[in-house]
């Protein structure tokens, strides 16, 4: 299902780590839909992941970049308008990470160090990337940059311990940013608020599997997969909605306004 929506576009794709990835669906879907696009991820995940599988289906090139590093982010974004011989019409930020999760530290022994680390990585990089953007004149007017963020943002789910206060200084930044790069640039900012998906970064949360079923199981329509996430990355980064932007956008089945599923009183009904 290809409509050539991303016809002549070119974007820069953070995060794809293996097949399983978020950011790997939306790069087969941008190039797909006729964009050009150039994937990034640290160092550390080109030697781990399969991304040079996903650069060779794609025709895309990799250019190594730890998104908590300006430096780095400025070469890419340097790299990729020469490349791109102009500016870029889209970026997809798809990067989350929490030593505390990692370590299993519990959120009422948090490690600050960890804490730190972890907001850097899945938060702070986000207004990094924006900035040097921003101060190089990179993208495009009109041009979309999305991140990926998850509804603990906004309710508490026990075992995504730090990433929820992460995911809010996310979604915040995609607010303030989007106010200067509108103004400046007509350049747009949203957040997609995705279901619980079984990928590396997702299984790494405790309890993963029983909240995936449960999110299931409240959801009208079900979980949001990954591919679909990446079918509604590309209308977003596509001329189709121009006029959006700061917002944090919930692609979930409608888990975000739904408080209780007939499937799931009927489980714990037959309990008693
Ligand atoms: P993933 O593990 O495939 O992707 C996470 C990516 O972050 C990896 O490619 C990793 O290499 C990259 N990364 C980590 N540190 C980095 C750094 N310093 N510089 C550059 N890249 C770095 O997992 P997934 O699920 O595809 O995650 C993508 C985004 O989607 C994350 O923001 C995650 O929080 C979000 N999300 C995931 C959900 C899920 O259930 N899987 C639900 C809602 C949001």
Redesign the pocket.
């Known amino acids: 299902m290809s409509h050539k929506l991303l016809k002549g576009k070119k974007g820069i794709i ?5 097949s ?5 669906k939306v790069a087969e879907e941008a190039v797909a839909n006729g964009a050009k696009i150039i994937l ?3 160092p ?2 080109l030697r781990m ?1 399969s991304i040079n599988e996903l650069a060779t289906k794609c025709n895309s090139k990799v250019i190594a ?4 590093s300006v430096s780095d982010l400025e070469n890419l974004f340097l790299t990729a308008m020469q490349d791109f011989d102009g500016k870029i019409d889209f970026v997809l ?5 929490s030593v505390n999760v990692r370590k299993k530290r519990d959120y009422t022994n948090l490690n600050y160090d960890f804490l730190i680390k972890g907001l850097d ?2 938060a702070i ?1 986000f207004h990094k990337m924006l900035q040097v953007a921003f101060q190089l004149d990179a993208i495009n007017d009109f041009g979309s940059v999305l ?4 509804i603990a943002a906004q309710r508490t789910f026990p075992d995504y311990n730090d ?1 929820a206060e992460n ?1 809010s200084y996310l979604e915040s930044i995609a607010r303030s940013f989007g106010y200067h790069y509108g103004k400046h640039n007509h350049v747009r900012i949203n957040t997609i ?10 299984s790494g ?1 405790a309890g ?1 599997d029983g909240f995936f079923e449960y999110a299931d199981k409240i959801s009208p329509l079900g979980n949001a997969s ?1 591919e679909d996430c990446a079918k509604y990355c590309i209308t977003l980064f596509s001329d189709y909605t121009k006029l959006v932007t700061m917002q944090n956008l919930f692609h979930d089945g409608g888990f975000s306004n739904t408080g209780v599923s007939k499937e799931l009183i009927d489980i714990l009904g037959k309990k008693k």
């Open positions: 953070f995060g794809a780590l293996d399983k990835s978020i950011a790997w990034t991820n640290a550390i995940a992941g970049a730890d998104a908590t930020h798809s990067i989350g990470m990585v899945s990089s991140a990926l963020t998850y990433m995911k608020s995705q279901s619980p998906t079984m990928t590396t970064a997702g949360v993963f990954a």
